[in-house]
């Protein structure tokens, strides 16, 4: 079998891509939805803002048998670590192929001047001893849990949002963040801990916006409701809503910054949402979020909410030096 790299796919091309994802996705379901061929489409065919993604497939000449994409944020060079994301149908597993691809996309890690790269994988699947053999050490363990709406209990929310805080307000804005709060939203981004060790690149106004631009470029939508405490966000959450979305939204980061915890605003920020989300799009009916397993006050925010364990993953990181390189 041929690693061949798809700079840029074909139909057949990307089917076959999704095939592989379809049959991973059978083998490891982890209460995840199946992968939709349409969003599959647009990832390996989209340009992203700020970042670029280069794809390779191992074929018999016909059809995939395993897949890798490294996406490459920011620009070459960047002390931003690169992201893979390596399938194998079972079938095929155990054959060598997964670090086959790992070595060809090690090489173009490389050549884009990257130091390092990060894989998030499910616990408890083939992926997890294999990133280990090759290079990878785990730097944090997520809990992936899932908020069903329907099992809120009525008034729940309004309950939530009745509670007094004051001193502060709530603004919410969908998409792109407005120009009067990007410099504080970046400033509310650095509360977050979990990745900071190894993410590499600290936010600012540039990367909010761009982050907005990379959800909106995919055909998604970004809600944002945050807590100001004289102009300055003080806290905030935020919820992706896909394109077409048939029941399931994704939490993105929610934050308080330091200086104002101990007041509950995580859990009126995302009571707001929501409220918010209820009203905009009832056609959600299910949020899914991953959580630092050590990130003890949001996890009871979250289960206050409603929202329930359904998987664990880890994300793991690599030095690009510790990858093997093509024979």
Not at 159 to 177: K, N, S
Request: glycine share 10%; with cysteine.
């Amino acid at each position: 079998m041929d690693v061949i790299a798809l700079d840029d796919p074909a139909d057949v091309q990307i089917r076959e891509w999704h095939g592989v994802l379809t049959a991973v996705h059978a083998a490891d379901p982890a209460a995840e939805p199946a992968p939709d061929p349409e969003r599959t489409a647009r990832l390996l065919l989209g340009s992203e803002p700020g970042a670029r993604r280069r794809l390779w497939a191992v074929t018999d000449g016909e059809h995939m048998a395993a897949v890798a994409a490294l996406r490459l944020p920011g620009e070459p060079g960047t002390g931003r670590p690169a992201e893979i994301d390596i399938r194998v149908r079972p079938e095929h597993r155990r054959r060598g192929l997964g670090g086959r691809l790992l070595a060809a996309a090690a090489g173009g890690l490389r050549a884009d001047g990257r130091t390092s790269v990060i894989a998030q994988v499910l616990a408890g699947t083939p992926a997890v001893p294999f990133l280990e053999s090759h290079g990878f050490e785990c730097v944090l363990t997520l809990r992936g849990m899932l908020l069903r709406l329907d099992d809120v209990p009525a008034g729940h929310v309004a309950r939530l949002l009745a509670e007094e805080h004051a001193g502060y307000d709530l603004v919410r804005w969908q998409g792109v963040v407005p120009d009067e709060h990007a410099t504080a939203l970046a400033r509310a981004k650095h509360a977050m801990a979990d990745l900071a060790e190894y993410e590499g690149t600290p936010w600012d106004a540039h990367r909010v916006r761009e982050m907005a631009e990379v959800v909106a470029k995919r055909g998604d939508d970004l809600y944002t409701v945050a807590a100001l405490s004289g102009g300055v966000i003080a806290g905030f959450t935020e919820v992706v809503v896909p394109d077409g979305c048939t029941g399931r939204a994704a939490q993105y980061d929610t934050a308080v910054v330091p200086e104002h915890r101990g007041r509950r605003l995580g859990i009126w920020v995302k009571a707001a949402m929501l409220e918010w989300l209820a009203e905009a799009r009832p056609g959600v009916r299910e949020i899914e979020t991953d959580n630092a397993g050590d990130n003890v006050h949001m996890l009871a925010v979250n289960e206050e909410l409603g929202f329930r364990m359904e998987r664990e993953s880890m994300e793991y990181q690599a030095a690009a030096s510790a990858l093997p390189t093509v024979p």
